[in-house]
């Protein structure tokens, strides 16, 4: 019993809950089962989005960099992944070994990509890396669109072998507990907390003896190695990957998530990264033609109001008045035992004469002071 | 020699609008020490503005009109969305600022519609020189990029809000001591670069008569990747980055192997810049201090 009370539930409650979500929709296809394939591709979507805003939250979230490439790290994954997928075709089949292999691959060659960037721009001031990795996502973007047709199909995109479509998204939300299991167990290892170290003060961090541009590396690194992922698995949902999907705009829809969710806040990237990822697709079929821009500008909303409530020096005062904490509070607060609430004025409601009021004041006030470090407190009653 | 000619002249004028949108930039990034990605954006607003203000009838009316929009608009952009954040951590500042872009170009979409609008602002012909036939839309965009520049750098040289401007990109705190009002010269950093802005956006009608949501979008990236190559916060270095950047653009655009690339060129150049010098040709080294 003692050892299930000391287990912090807390940090558990994520993987729980995409498991269990996974195992139901799991046990439906698994007996037999057949999910409407619309539904199937939504789940795919989501777990990939899940996967992209997990990652980007590492950079953005734990390391205080901008990375505007996330689009790009992921493009590299979807065609090196469709890719290896075409090749291994013959020989694997269109088997779970052949994703695992291409998610690896994948994978990797993001991670490298992700080393040859980060050396460059993570050496200097982050407004660099922001550019830098645009940068890079156009020079990727560019890359493969001007490819030979042989190679990866150019400006028609590459076509890929679809692994059987029942089955993806349970290996997607696989995928999805692998990032959570790298990136929280990441962030609470001594290199995570060197990383948030090198967010909150980087010369603090420096002169503590932390190697800033180890740390930064290792961290852009893994983002980009789960972003590589998230490509492979977009290879495989969908039956083209073209260059024209992984723009400017991409990466900015996922820093949305991030920012959506808080900022260093994993459940929160996962819940918005869910969230916005459906609403996209509802949206898409509401607004149509020129109204699609709606939905640009609601990015933006969501990027500058949001920022600025969070970050502005002058809001401090209104933020600790009206933030979701202190609101959560005054809903709840009906609920409470109202003998446990603390202050004056919860005493009044409950106590029903005055004499009372004042027994229980003068017992309240000296115990609970006392309590906690002087062990004669008996002595008092 | 026509081709040589031809492709000077082209690049020259191409590297004036660059570094016209890169001096706004390097403004902006050495006074308020900010990356303002709705700069390029601004440039958009500036071309849709000459549209609107076109129906005037009156070309000069239209760009004065543009211009001082494009200038409030900026004031209004560092009044409502980046001047709260003064003091926060930088990626805030940074991620509001692609906040403010992605509106710019969203509401330009919504007002104007996603397709390209076509303005003609003035036909300037085409006249002989040397025997080479050369636009003069060019040569007019080449002098005033140039009289724009030399302009700018007496301004911040001779004049007193000029050298307040310099002070405060060496030390905000001190200047502030001095009693420079800084909130003020950042606004005014942000006026001059918004206006610069809308000039390019100008130049850009001049060269390619047709104006999206999106036409700012890629000048704007170049425009700072031309701004790092000369050394952010450099004015001298905003320029020669802009030139040596059209230059490079305009000569890879006539080598039909490598022109699809010529974006990818560009980005590789920043990225080999940053590795070997990452302070640009021009800008000084400056050490972090606590």
Known sequence: ?381 | MELVLSTLVNSLSLGGIYAMIALGYTMVYGIAKMLNFAHGDIIMVGAYAIYVFMALNNPILAILLSVLFCLLLGITIERVAYRPLRGASPLAVLITAIGVSYLLQSLAQIVFGSASKMVTVYEFGAIKIFGVTLQVSTLVTMAVAIVVMIALTLFVKLTRTGRAMIAVSEDRGAAQLMGINVNRIITITFAIGSSLAALAGLFYLLKAPSVSSTLGAMPGIKAFTAAVIGGIGSIPGAMLGGLLLGFVECVATKITAIAPYTDAIEFSILIIILLVRPTGFLGKKRREKV
């Not at chain 1, 469709?82 to 994703?99: C, F, I, M, Q, R």
């Open chain 1, 1 to 381: 019993m003692n050892a299930l009370k000391n287990i912090r539930w807390r940090h558990y409650i994520n993987y729980i809950v995409i498991g269990i979500f996974t195992l139901v929709f799991a046990i439906i296809t698994l007996t037999g089962g057949r999910l409407d394939s619309s539904l199937l591709f939504m789940l795919e979507k989501v777990a990939i989005s899940i996967v992209l805003a997990v990652s980007l939250s590492i950079v953005v979230g734990f390391l205080g960099e901008l990375s505007l490439g996330h689009a790009g790290f992921m493009c590299v994954g979807a065609y090196i992944g469709g890719k290896v997928a075409a090749v291994l075709e013959p020989s694997l089949g269109n088997t779970a070994l052949n994703v695992l292999v291409c998610l690896v691959i994948g994978g990797v060659v993001a991670a490298l990509c992700g080393v040859i960037i980060g050396i460059p721009a993570l050496r200097l001031r982050g407004d660099y890396l922001a550019i830098v990795t645009l940068a890079f996502g156009e020079i990727v973007r560019s890359l493969f669109q001007n490819s030979s047709d042989e190679s990866f199909g150019g400006t028609i995109g590459l076509e890929t072998p679809r692994y059987t479509k029942q089955y993806l998204f349970i290996i997607a939300f696989l995928m999805v507990l692998l990032t959570l299991l790298v990136v929280q167990n990441f962030i609470r290892s001594k290199h995570g907390r060197a990383v948030t170290a090198i967010r909150d003060n980087e010369i603090a961090a420096r002169a503590s003896g932390i190697n800033v541009t180890k740390y930064k590396l290792l961290a852009f690194t893994i983002s980009a190695f789960f972003a590589g992922i998230a490509g492979v698995l977009y290879s495989f949902s969908n039956y083209r990957v073209q260059s024209a999907n992984f723009g400017y705009n991409y990466s900015i829809e996922i820093l949305v998530m991030v920012v959506l969710g808080g900022m260093g806040n994993i459940n929160g990237a996962i819940i918005s990264a869910a969230l916005i990822t459906y609403l996209d697709s509802k949206l898409a079929t509401v607004l149509t033609g020129d109204l699609a821009v709606l939905q640009n500008l609601i990015y933006a909303l969501i990027l500058i109001v949001i920022v600025i409530y969070n970050n502005a020096p002058g809001l401090k005062n209104f933020r600790d008045r009206y933030n979701l904490t202190v609101l959560l509070k005054k809903i709840f607060k009906h609920k409470e035992d109202p003998a446990r609430r603390t202050d004056d004025a919860a005493k009044w409601d409950v106590v029903p004469t005055k004499i009372e009021m004042n027994e229980i004041l003068s017992i309240d006030v000296k115990p609970q002071d006392l309590s906690s470090d002087k062990p004669t407190k008996g002595g008092d009653k």
